[in-house]
């Protein structure tokens, strides 16, 4: 049986290419839930990175401030309590913190995108 969303993307897509695209979709728009209302002026940058055994949520931030840590083991708990009951139920998370700007020095810069502040010059 098709997949609903194949009419969405490529359609020459291996299986495996395709079941990689459907989880990295899933674990952003889950990791974007959990993190409304937490991403504060500090947030410069967020990414997805889904290992296949462990999904790491890279965070770029301005300065290491104790409210900034707490947002992130919010968003950290909060995106364990999407995931729980899901397919992702088991997956470890973990996070990884980048004090700099979200530029090609950050290691998330690489992965899937999730959010990115306004650059202060424009």
Not at 5 to 13: R, V
Not at 46 to 69: G, K, N, W, Y
């Amino acid at each position: 049986m098709d997949h609903p969303a194949q009419q969405y993307y490529n359609p020459h897509l291996t299986a495996v290419e395709e079941r990689t695209l459907l989880r990295r979709n899933y674990l952003l728009l889950q990791t974007g839930q959990a993190a409304l209302g937490l991403i504060g002026p500090g947030m410069l940058g967020m990414a997805v990175e889904a290992r296949s055994d462990v999904v790491v949520i890279h965070f770029s931030i301005a300065t290491r401030t104790s409210e900034l840590e707490e947002d992130i083991d919010d968003i950290v708990f909060e995106l364990e309590a999407f995931l729980g009951g899901g397919p992702e139920q088991h997956s470890q998370i973990a996070s990884q913190v980048h004090v700099g700007q979200p530029d090609g020095t950050w290691p998330g810069r690489s992965h899937a995108l999730l959010y990115l502040a306004k650059s202060p010059t424009g």
